[in-house]
């Protein structure tokens, strides 16, 4: 059965504790932690307390988790930011299974000039892949890369790419990003889901308007037509509401922000169950 989450980042300014309760008030069945939350990442990552909030909601598990990205690049051109962004991921990962989180999603860097990527930049993308695929052997949880938005510099933005990376690592599973896909078209989206869709581990969904990602999805044709195909393969994992909160017109509330998640759980959950 699928379940609706949402980003801990939507709450980013907010203690742990209030982002779970916020998330259960909001009527959604998970939520997809991301590691940099505030108010876990600038504490040095005080997983007790993380555990702590996920007894108190045991309904919630198992989380998926966001591995860091912020300021990090594991195909960065210089190699110490490469090593600690490779480094970050693989604590992501252990932190996920220690915790028994079903799926953490991974981003695959990018060229750090705004070009094309050239073949030194997919020879690290290659180290990052295999550093994780080492440390993912004998783990629980599945990894899951996730496409990017169609920018010069991108290393994973088409269905062929990233099928391309599933065939060759048969480890790893794939985050849809509907935003990102949606920035090109349509059709970009339903390629992923016709290319991928057996390794297909999670969605992250949300609405694009030309270079404006990650808007809501209530009411939204597209959206609905997603969803249908999402239906439509039998994808039966966690949906994720990865809305931007700075694309409104003011700073949300809690409240506020919990009324529209309701509003746009409501609009997911008439189209799949």
């Known amino acids: 059965m699928v379940r609706l989450a949402v980003s801990s980042m939507f709450f980013h300014e907010y203690p742990l504790g209030e982002i779970f309760d916020f998330v259960a008030e909001a009527e959604l069945d998970t939520l997809e932690f991301w590691i940099e939350t505030p108010h876990f990442w600038l504490r040095e990552q005080p997983v007790g307390e993380l555990t702590g909030c996920m007894q108190a909601h045991p309904g919630f598990s198992p989380l998926t988790i966001h591995a860091p990205i912020l300021d990090l690049n594991p195909c960065s051109i210089n190699p110490r930011v490469a090593e600690v ?10 932190l996920a299974e220690l915790i028994g989180a079903d799926v953490l999603t991974v981003h695959p860097g990018r060229r750090t000039a705004k070009r094309p990527p050239s073949a030194p930049d997919f020879q690290r993308f290659d180290h990052y892949i295999r550093k994780l695929g080492d440390a993912d052997r004998g783990k629980q949880v599945r990894v899951a890369i996730e496409n990017m938005e169609q920018k010069i510099n991108s290393l994973l933005c088409s269905p062929e790419a990233v099928r391309e990376v599933l065939d060759r690592e048969p480890w790893l599973w794939f985050t849809l ?77 809690s409240e506020e922000k919990i009324l529209f998640l309701r509003e746009q759980a409501a609009y997911i959950r008439s189209f799949v169950s």
């Open 85 to 94: 962004s490779v480094r970050y991921t693989l604590a992501a990962l252990d």
């Open 177 to 253: 990003d509907v935003s990102h896909a949606l920035g090109k078209s349509m059709e970009e989206v339903f390629s992923y889901i016709e290319l991928c869709d057996d390794r297909l581990a999670t969605v992250h969904i949300g609405n694009a308007d030309e270079a404006i990602m990650h808007l809501p999805v209530s009411g939204s044709p597209r959206i609905a037509a997603v969803l249908h195909r999402l239906a439509d393969t039998g994808f039966s994992g966690t949906i994720t509401l990865e809305i931007e909160d700075r694309n409104f017109d003011h700073d949300l509330s």
